[in-house]
């Protein structure tokens, strides 16, 4: 005998609805996730077990509420899982993450990075790029120092054998999380994974740095980085959300040291603030390594924030040492090394 119309078994509730009713609940009813909910919710995510309607509806319930440390290590966690990297016979020094694009500067950090890098220190930086529009990526720039963005990791160990440096996109290693940072036009607004790919930090290296725009979110990264045991690593308000120290402008360093949490903050570099170009060139790039373009606003971004990176590293005691450091890298670096073949 058939069931009637109003006898019809429901349907089973899919997997992934507990989650968004934890996060949706109302007021009163809704929580954060646990770290372990928050990886089996981004396990699901990465194995396509969730339709878009839910994922839509996960990703901006949890961008209202904003992530807490433990949700964080929990989504990093699953993502490592998901792409898990044989480092082989390469060795990172310093994990450095690229995912918001420059509007008002130049991305200068990359010289900072690549200054690193001419001193021995294996630097692997990963990002995406084009999410937000008028922003200039970290990849777009790479052809005007000479350099091209590795593919596949593969061709990034190459790169960091052959140059210490390596520029890997996020859809090369983990497309999913690409993926669902390209629907930022789509639903107006960023997600978690804006957030959560800054702490991935593929290669596993001990030392990993990180910029955000929005300070609050700067302790939830120190936090989240303590739950993953992650020996050390450093986050700063970046300018314009990038792994940058702007020297116009006291600079928060929130880091973890086998697990001590520390704050430190680093001073402004000029006592007066520098008004931003009117265009941005990223000939200049080049330009201001070669020693053909001057800026002091420029070149304070570059020494400032490899400063920051090398105390972290644990190359110099003091902020004054590693800023000295970072100067006498600067005035010896190899002036022929990166050259604009845009010209």
């Not at 999410?131 to 596949?152: E, N, P, W």
């Not at 702007?246 to 000029?270: I, T």
């Not at 931003?276 to 200049?284: A, C, G, I, R």
């Not at 000295?324 to 845009?342: G, H, I, M, P």
Request: glycine share 6%; charged share 20%; proline share 6%.
């Amino acid at each position: 005998m058939s069931l009637t119309h109003h006898e019809q078994t429901p349907s089973p509730e899919h997997p992934f609805a507990p989650f968004i009713r934890i996060l949706g609940k109302g007021k009163k009813g809704s929580r954060p996730l646990t770290q372990d909910e928050a990886y089996q919710a981004m396990q699901l995510i990465l194995a396509e077990q969730v339709l878009p309607e839910q994922l839509g509806a996960f990703l901006m319930l949890m961008r209202i509420k904003e992530e807490t440390p433990e949700e964080l290590a929990g989504f990093v966690k699953a993502a490592q899982e998901s792409f898990h990297i044989d480092s082989g016979a390469i060795k990172v020094n310093l994990d450095w993450s690229s995912y918001a694009g420059k509007r008002r500067h130049l991305p200068w950090f990359l010289l900072s990075a690549l200054l690193l890098a001419e001193n021995g220190i294996v630097v692997f930086m990963h990002g995406s790029e084009g999410h937000t529009a008028g922003r200039i990526y970290t990849q777009d720039v790479l052809s005007y120092l000479g350099l091209t963005a590795a593919t596949s990791i593969d061709e990034a160990k190459q790169q960091l054998a052959a140059l210490n440096f390596s520029y890997l996109s996020l859809e090369h290693f983990c497309p999913k999380l690409h993926d669902i940072i390209e629907l930022r036009p789509i639903l107006g607004l960023r997600s978690p994974v804006h957030t959560l790919v800054r702490l991935l930090n593929p290669f596993n290296a001990d030392y990993s740095i990180q910029g955000i725009f929005h300070p609050g979110y700067r302790p939830v990264h120190q936090q989240a980085a303590a739950l993953l045991q992650q020996p050390h690593m450093a986050v700063l308000k970046g300018e314009g959300g990038e792994t940058e120290r702007n020297p116009d402008m006291e600079c928060l360093v929130q880091s973890v040291h086998n697990g001590e949490l520390v704050d430190e903050n680093w001073p402004a570099l000029f006592s007066h603030r520098h008004i931003k170009p009117e265009e941005l060139d990223p000939k200049q790039l080049a330009q201001l390594w070669n020693g053909e373009f001057e800026d002091d606003f420029a070149q304070a971004s570059v020494i400032g924030t490899a400063a920051i990176a090398l105390k972290l590293l644990g190359k110099a005691e003091t902020q004054e040492h590693a800023h000295e450091l970072a100067t006498a890298f600067w005035l010896s670096r190899d002036k022929l090394k990166y050259t604009d073949t845009q010209r």
